[in-house]
Structures are given as structure tokens and as C-alpha cells.
């Protein structure tokens, strides 16, 4: 059974807030290997520069793989990306949910000084370990072989706000081997893309009340952090979706 986040801000709750925003940021290359100590990096990172609360803790959920049970853990902040190194052959999240009226708070979607919503943002980064599963941000409930062209339903894992793709998967139809540059997926939208530009070893979700103006990310100083870690990097919306809960 997956583990529910539990958040101590009485506001955050799906009943209050119904439909946020959430900004998917992702390698845009999913052959590209993001080690655990970027990760861990990217995260301080965001502690340093003030995004993420240092004096506020920060949830750390971890799936060991194959899919097993969730376990879940509050963490003081400061030890937070330390923890991300120990996710070895495992699925791992770590999140926090701060506001951008706090003092002292960096919101990477201001621009001019001037948070765009103002409101919370909930941060959390993904880390899926080992190289027999990947993240899928965005979960497709189909599968097209490349192969023999059948769409197949997709069964798939849920960890957090999306899912684990099996890289073991055989097609069902003709039993070819899942190829990410050759199988497509569909999304709850209908729309279809090629497996390899919905999946991927990392990503950091900002969950925001609304969608902010600006599509890439304003702050040239969190845009870097992200580029040292990810190398180029995707950002994927995803609008009118139920708040983490
Ligand atoms: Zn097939």
C-alpha cells in the first residue's frame, strides 16, 4: 500500500485547493544518467538559494525496486539531500511545501519581484535508481508497439504525482522487448508522444495554484542549478491536475 504524504500546513489539502498547476522539469535526453550526488547537490542547492526552507522538514519517500511498499519519513532539511545518496537500487522522492510570502523565500517564478501566482509551491524531486525502471512524470494508459503497431493497456507502478515504467515490459501482442525510441504512449489528453520524451531517471515537480505567465523557468540562477545537474532540461505542464496529497 502506498504511503500517504501527510502535509502539516492545514491549507493544503486536495478539498481546499482542488485543481493546481504542477511544472514537470526533466533531462531532456532519457538515455542521460543523472548520479544520485547531482541530485543530492540540486537539491542543497535549492536549500541554499533559499527556494526550500532549511528550518522546515522535508518528506522522503523511498520504494526499493522491483515495486515494493512505500516506506515514508520526515527528515530535517539539512539532511535531506544526504538521504538522497542512499537511494541506491531504489525509487526515492524528497519534498517540501513552502510559500512564497515567507521571509527570506526565493520563488524561482518571480519576476521584478513579484511572485507569479503568489501562494504555496510544493517542490519535490524524484530519483529512480538502478536502470530497470524509469519515471514516467506524465503517465500514458497506453502503450503502442513500435513492433506490431497494437496498443496495449500500460499497468504501471505509482510512486508520488507519477509512475515507474518497467523496462522489462514485453508487448503483450507480439512479445517484442519495450524500445523507448520506438513505442509510443498516450496520454489521458489523447495526445501521443514517443516513449523516450515522457520518461526519464529524474525530475523536479513545482506544484504552484495556478499556471505561471512565464513557460521556462525566470530565475537565471535556479535555471543554471538545474542545467548543472540535468544538463538541457524539459519542462513539461501539466494543468488542472488534483493537488498532491
Ligand atoms: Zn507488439
Redesign the pocket.
Known sequence: MPVTRERVDPIHTPDDLGLVHRRWILPDDAQRTVALPQLARLWRGLLDLGVLDTNQEVTLERMLLPAGEVSAQDLPAVASAGALLAGSGAASLVTQVVWTNEEGRRDPYAEAGESDPEGFRDYTLYAVDGGARLFLPLVPSRIC??????W?LLEVTGFGEGALLDLAR???????ALDLSRDKGELRTGARFLLEELVCCAALSIELLLEPAQEELPDAAVSDLLRACFGSYDELADDGVPAAT
Open positions: 508497439c513500435g513492433g506490431c503497431g497494437a496495449t514485453a508487448c503483450p501482442e507480439c512479445g517484442a
